[in-house]
């Protein structure tokens, strides 16, 4: 048989192995797992005497083979030529001293729930790793762990109690430490390892709790791995405990109740490739400043840290970044992702949180050789509004990860977001255009009638006002003379001077005698004139009909006494005009021919009935 058969007897109810059957052949292993009782222990490990084998294999992994054993019921061990030794047991068992000194020219020792009862120190020339799981070591280390010059690795993990723990010493090529599971409290790291200087990996994860003094780490140089996950981390002072780590490749800082305060936190780990701290977090303002020269950093896991804002200037010098995991936290948007500092990114992991929606920028400014983009278990908002984002979540499913896991935040909907119809929102957008436009026309037709007829509608409001004065107050002027001022030779000579200076004296008000100074002339027209007189004097001639201004002081009239109802409007034609222009002037044709007007011939005699028919028209109340 050569040197590198494996020899699979486990599970074999063996009861005796006859003495010799094996010596002086070399097997690469021997499994014995759960073949051997306690009563023939000593018969068939006897048969085994003379055998050189690498890996050796006993004991029990089920609970009907337990192995009851007199203290010389494994004495056949010490004539087995073994390098590893694999011990297993379902239950705990210790091991006597006599039968661990027959394991000193082994190279690799694994004892699960196996005890060593061992008082004092024995030296292991070849042992280069010793691994003791579910022991009882009252302490850490023990005379066993001590001295062993060429012990490289060492694991001591879900140790039945908690252990006390001393300093490890004289392990000049101890490079190997996993601690992990042991439910200790213990300070770090100065003094308890000040005795392994060649300490590249750490794992003191899952433990009660480790306190790391201000200098804890400075004697450790040559450290690359250092886990912490699942135990309690305090940092004295929150200094920068890690800043001898350059040669620091991987930190795991997961979940260890850790409050970031200091942008130090990390100073000095310029070699770091992979920092996980999920389940922590973080002081207001500190976030930004953080990861400030992890320049080599390649991956960064921050789940559940309930972060809800990521500032844009965190990852400015992550430029080799290639996984970036942000899954539970409370994100809604994604801005930090509009730097160029991420161009390198390979995965991202922002499921479970809050991201409604992500802008066109964002999409657009994403790695094109991205390879996973998780944005599963989001309230993705499943609208015509997101019609860009939705698109490109159908197009690149084979980038996102699990993709039939996105749904849609609507309970309406309650559907998946790669089951969205996009189509549908090119008849609604048609629709929306349409009745845009639409609503943009009526506006434009309603503003440009504004526009138009701003100055009416204006003083509309001013007649509205007066009207609800003018019950309050009394007129100052008997009647307001509205004319061309290319006719105020014939209003001055001849109507001021027939009414004001006859009996009785008629006070009437003359736009360019009457109106106050400093004041606009509509208002004028409308405080002064119209509403400070009980008649109006319209003085119609082919100048009249020529001004816009006696156009607009006449409808002002007009539609001032029909808010009073009454008929205070006397028209004085002061020369023959053409019908076909009067007609043009819809309001004054229409009130010509519903009332009676006054016409000016010049003889004396005319001009006697004229004047005395017009005073009279003055005078008359209403």
Not at 295 to 307: G, H, K, R
Not at 358 to 370: E, F, T, V, Y
Not at 571 to 594: M, N, P, T, V, W
């Amino acid at each position: 048989m050569s040197r590198n058969v494996t020899l699979i007897l486990s599970r074999n109810a063996i009861s005796f192995i006859e003495t010799g059957a094996f010596n002086g052949l070399y097997l690469g292993e021997i499994n014995l797992l759960d073949t051997i009782s306690f009563t023939t222990a000593r018969e068939a490990l006897g048969g085994l005497s003379g055998l050189n084998v690498k890996k050796l294999k006993i004991g029990h992994f089920t609970e009907a083979g337990r192995i009851q054993m007199n203290p010389d019921s494994l004495d056949s061990l010490c004539f087995i030529n073994f390098e590893e030794i694999y011990f297993h047991q379902s239950y705990y068992f210790n091991l006597p001293s006599h039968i661990f000194l027959c394991m000193r020219n082994s190279t690799k020792i694994v004892l699960t729930k196996v005890g060593i009862v061992n008082r004092e120190h024995v030296y292991f020339p070849n042992l280069k790793e010793i691994v003791v799981v579910k022991g009882k070591m009252t302490r850490l280390p023990d005379l066993l762990l001590s001295h062993q010059h060429n012990l490289k690795k060492l694991v001591i993990s879900n140790n039945l109690q908690p252990p006390e723990f001393k300093s490890f010493a004289d392990l000049p090529s101890l490079d190997y430490i996993d601690l992990s599971h042991n439910n200790f409290i213990m300070n770090c790291c100065d003094d308890e390892f000040i005795g392994v200087p060649k300490l590249r990996y750490l794992n003191l994860s899952e433990n009660a709790k480790v306190k790391i003094r201000a200098f804890g780490l400075l004697n450790h140089p040559s450290l690359e791995i250092l886990d912490l996950h699942g135990t309690e981390v305090e940092v004295e002072h929150d200094s920068a405990v890690m800043q001898n780590l350059k040669s620091l490749k991987t930190l795991d800082l997961s979940n260890s109740k850790i409050t970031f305060k200091s942008i130090v936190f990390f100073k000095g780990l310029s070699g770091l490739n992979e920092l996980k701290i999920a389940g922590n977090s973080f002081a207001k303002g500190i976030f930004g400043q953080l990861f400030l020269n992890l320049t080599v950093l390649e991956l960064l896991d921050m789940s559940n840290c309930a972060i809800e804002d990521i500032p844009l200037t965190s990852f400015q010098d992550l430029h080799h970044l290639k996984h970036l995991i942000l899954s539970g936290n409370k994100l809604t948007t994604m801005d930090f992702l509009t730097g160029l500092s991420l161009s390198k990114l390979k995965s991202l992991h922002t499921d479970n949180n809050h991201i409604a929606s992500i802008s066109p920028n964002i999409l657009q400014n994403l790695p094109a050789d991205m390879l996973v983009f998780d944005l599963s278990f989001n309230p993705i908002e499943c609208s015509c509004s997101q019609i860009v984002f939705i698109s490109w979540i159908i197009n690149h499913q084979s980038v996102l990860k699990d993709p039939q896991l996105m749904s849609c935040k609507s309970s309406s909907m309650n559907s998946r977001v790669i089951n969205f119809d996009p189509t549908h929102c090119v008849h609604t957008n048609r629709v929306i255009i349409i009745a845009s436009l639409f609503a943009a026309v009526i506006v434009f037709l309603f503003s440009a009638l504004l526009y138009k007829y701003q100055f009416y509608i204006h003083y509309c409001f001013i007649l509205l006002r007066g009207y609800r004065m003018s019950r309050q107050q009394e007129c100052s002027y008997d009647a307001f003379v509205i004319y061309s001022s290319k006719d105020e030779a014939w209003v001055l000579d001849e109507l001021v001077e027939n009414l004001e200076k006859g009996h009785p004296p008629i006070q009437l008000c003359l736009h360019d005698r009457d109106f106050q100074a400093g004041k606009s002339i509509t208002s004028n027209i409308v405080d002064e004139g119209i509403m400070g007189s009980r008649k109006v004097i319209v003085v119609v001639s082919q100048h009249f009909l020529d001004s816009s201004w006696c156009q607009f002081e006449f409808e002002l009239a007009q539609s001032w006494f029909v808010l009073r109802r009454n008929s205070s409007i006397i028209i004085i034609i002061l020369e023959d005009l053409e019908d076909k222009k009067i007609r043009r002037l819809f309001g004054l044709h229409k009130y010509l021919k519903k009332n009676t007007y006054l016409k000016w011939k010049g003889n004396v005699l005319s001009n006697i009935r004229f004047w005395g028919r017009l005073r009279k028209a003055i005078i008359a109340r209403n």
